[in-house]
């Protein structure tokens, strides 16, 4: 048995979707992320993000290693605003912040993240964490799949932080 953190999560380029109907599911939340991409003094690479919604700003920073396309490591701690902006100085060169709206709910036991993104108005991201790689969680039907990019290192947003995808939908 791994004792590590795992993150193991299914990850899919939708058509933009429908807030409205978003706010209607179970256990609707709404947060706007703003992630950067670090690399620290000692090498390392890590990431920090801002979590704000109705409740406040929390701040956490994140390392994270590929294991699979699907699963990884995921080391998160939370962190003050003062190390956040401290840490804001190591900011990839290379990479620019992420921002999104992060718009989750829970439906047929599983919790489902939508992120959209200013820099699209015809897609966004769907993320689905799972306890197995075996694991299937249904799509739910107002949410329309183009392509699963689990494993497509393109669409991680550590790529996008660098270069934004603008390939037409098919």
């Known amino acids: 048995m791994d004792n590590r953190p795992l993150e193991i999560e299914y990850k899919f380029l939708i058509r933009f979707p429908d807030i409205a109907k978003l706010r ?8 706007e992320l703003r992630q950067l991409y670090l690399r620290l003094p000692d090498g390392t690479d890590c990431r920090i993000r801002s979590h704000k919604n109705s ?21 998160e701690s939370e962190i003050t605003e003062e190390e956040f902006l401290s840490l804001s100085q190591y ?7 992420i921002e999104k ?3 989750s709910f ?14 699209w108005q015809d897609r966004a991201f769907l993320e689905i964490e799972v306890d197995s790689e075996d694991t299937h969680p249904p799509i739910p039907d107002f949410i329309q799949v183009i392509k699963d990019i ?12 660098k270069e934004v995808i603008t390939e037409p939908l098919s």
């Open 106 to 119: 829970e439906l047929f036991g599983f919790t489902y993240e939508v992120d959209v993104f200013p820099f």
């Open 24 to 31: 209607t599911q179970p256990r609707y939340r709404r947060e």
């Open 55 to 75: 409740d406040g700003t929390r701040f956490v920073k994140t390392f994270k290693q590929s294991i699979t396309g699907m699963t990884r490591i995921e080391i």
């Open 91 to 97: 900011a990839k060169k290379n990479r620019n912040p």
């Open 101 to 103: 709206t992060r718009h």
């Open 150 to 161: 689990s494993s497509d290192m393109r669409y991680r947003n550590s790529a996008l932080a």
